[in-house]
């Protein structure tokens, strides 16, 4: 059974970095893509990054283009998200998800597993 779970959320002022973590405790870590996403309150999920199940291939939203950074270590279960030159805008919960497929896409519906969510905050 896949579970994902989180870490490195929190408070950061803009301008400044972040590197979120997320573990997959599943045994099949290796064969699936890898996605983030993100929530603004009281605006609608949306795609932020996603890479595929051998790290070979990584697409973005334009919002986050050259600031942002997916990466897996398959050997670890676990795929990050460094953030840098972060802006207020980024303020969000942060979710991992678990592609469907070998290769992650910006839909949510094409990831089947979700984690719980780590807020990040950037402050102005």
């Known amino acids: 059974q896949v579970q994902l779970v989180e870490s490195g959320g929190g408070l950061v002022q803009a301008g400044g970095s972040l590197r979120l973590s997320c573990a997959d405790s599943?045994?099949?870590?290796?064969?699936?893509?890898m996605g983030w996403f993100r929530k603004p309150t009281g605006k609608e999920r949306e795609f932020v990054a996603a890479i595929s199940w051998s790290g070979g291939r990584s697409n973005y939203a334009d919002s986050v283009k050259g600031r942002f950074t997916i990466s897996r270590n398959n050997a670890k279960n676990t795929v990050y998200l460094q953030m840098d030159s972060m802006k207020p805008e980024d303020t969000a919960v942060y979710y991992c998800?678990?592609?469907?497929?070998?290769?992650?896409?910006?839909?949510?519906?094409?990831?089947?597993?979700w984690g719980q969510g780590t807020q990040v905050t950037v402050s102005s």
């Open positions: 998800s678990k592609g469907s497929g070998y290769y992650g896409g910006s839909y949510y519906q094409q990831y089947d597993y």
């Open positions: 599943g045994l099949t870590f290796v064969s699936y893509a």
